[in-house]
C-alpha cells in the first residue's frame, strides 16, 4: 500500500537459551511506498559488515 514508513532495527542474542535484546533502533529511516500494484517480498542480497565504534560502550 502505498504510504510513508519507517525502518526500524535490532541486535540480539541467545544467553542459556533465552533470547536477549543487546540494542534496539525504532525508526531509523524513513521511506515512502509509491506503487499500489501488486505484493511480494524483496530480496536485497544485501552484505553487512559491522565494525566497533569509538563512541561504543566497552
Avoid: C, W
Avoid at 517480498?41 to 566497533?52: G, H, K, Q, R, V
Amino acid at each position: 500500500m502505498a504510504s510513508d514508513y519507517f525502518l526500524s532495527v535490532g541486535v540480539s542474542e541467545f544467553q542459556k537459551g533465552e533470547v536477549v535484546a543487546l540494542d534496539r533502533r525504532r525508526d531509523v529511516l524513513p521511506f515512502k511506498i509509491v506503487g499500489t500494484d501488486g505484493a511480494g517480498i524483496a530480496n536485497l542480497d544485501s552484505l553487512i559488515e559491522l565494525t566497533p565504534s569509538e563512541h561504543a560502550p566497552r
